[in-house]
């Protein structure tokens, strides 16, 4: 059972003072007094929020309210002046709200109870905020905006951090594309789809030594899972395609000096709607990536037959995109692997 919130009332309306009695006597520990005077003495007891009265038996409430702000106390206003001068003063000097008198008991009962309930989910998320997350080799401070894999702290813009935060904080979803816009771009903000699949592709490159990986899954978005260790997808891809090492690196050197200007002529045949010429350049991106990935591979064969029907599907041709940028990705890290093999 949570613990009852404290409220000072200072207040030397009798009339006045029942009512705040009845409102809240069941829910609240109340602490009333009459005077300034009395009010700076009980200061040093534990106190959630105070009620003060404008008009009071040895001064105003004006003259105790920078006192109660610098205690950081959260004060609302009850009185009977309610001219727009007398709510401009109280809050310019720190209190919260204004209540004019005379007042409901029902709607200054609720108002508390919401003012309280947004506390207690401010304080619940501070207490609970992360300002560090490990997971793998790789380390994001919050605070401090930077992430670093083994010790070495990598070079990330702003969006690029918080799009790695994202994906970490929520590994064990799939998240769109239109979510991780909403999300990390903003909803405000009126862009396409590809400045996720540019980001993502540009965080890879930064992420090579990351034994984790930002996967891409297929027709949905994102995730980030556990990479496969390079050394056994070299192996596979040896053992699958009879590949020896320096066969191996001399065809993903092929690919990864001729991709670039394939895929940029691909972008060129689409905007001038010449599908067949651009269907041609997908046959040939397959069939380089036929030795390293069969399963890619016949992914490409979709698209490509979509092409020389004459169909364009946008969504497709930004999968097919991030399908060949996280390709490069896991060629460019296993070449490293195979060299020193």
Not at 176 to 195: F, H, M, N
Not at 210 to 225: A, P
Not at 270 to 291: D, F, I, N, Q, W
Request: net charge neutral; with cysteine; proline share 2%.
């Amino acid at each position: 059972m949570s613990q009852k919130k404290t409220i000072l009332i200072i207040e030397d309306d009798l009339i006045t003072q029942k009512l705040i009695k009845e409102a809240f006597g069941l829910n609240y520990n109340l602490l009333q007094t009459d005077s300034l005077k009395q009010a700076r003495k009980m200061l040093d007891s534990p106190i959630d929020l105070v009620l003060l009265d404008l008009v009071l038996t040895d001064g105003i409430g004006f003259e105790i309210l920078p006192t109660l702000f610098e205690k950081k106390l959260p004060v609302i206003i009850l009185s009977s002046q309610f001219d727009l001068t007398s709510k401009i003063a109280s809050y310019k000097m720190g209190a919260i709200d204004f209540v004019p008198k005379p007042f409901s008991q029902i709607e200054l009962f609720e108002k508390l109870n919401g003012f309280f309930n947004f506390i207690n989910l401010i304080r619940s998320e501070a207490q609970s905020q992360i300002h560090e997350i490990t997971i793998g080799n790789l380390s994001l401070d919050i605070s401090s905006f930077k992430a670093s894999i083994k010790d070495q702290t990598l070079d990330l813009s702003g969006l690029e951090f918080k799009l790695l935060h994202f994906l970490v904080k929520n590994q064990a979803r799939v998240h769109k594309r239109e979510a991780l816009l909403d999300q990390v771009w903003g909803t405000d903000t009126y862009i396409s789809d590809r400045s996720v699949d540019s980001a993502v592709s540009s965080l890879r490159k930064k992420l090579a030594d990351w034994d984790h990986g930002i996967q891409s899954v297929y027709g949905v978005g994102y995730k980030v899972e556990k990479s496969i260790k390079n050394l056994k997808l070299v192996t596979e891809v040896k053992k699958t395609h009879q590949l020896d090492p320096e066969t191996y690196k001399e065809i993903a050197d092929i690919f990864l000096n001729e991709y670039p200007s394939k895929v940029t002529d691909l972008e060129k045949k689409c905007v001038e709607k010449k599908y067949t010429e651009a269907s041609r350049l997908v046959h040939s991106l397959r069939g380089m990536v036929a030795p390293f990935n069969a399963n890619l591979s016949l992914k490409f064969m979709g698209f490509e037959k979509n092409l020389s029907n004459q169909i364009f599907e946008y969504s497709s041709y930004i999968e097919f995109l991030s399908d060949i940028e996280e390709f490069v990705s896991g060629l460019q890290r296993d070449k490293v692997v195979v060299k020193a093999a």
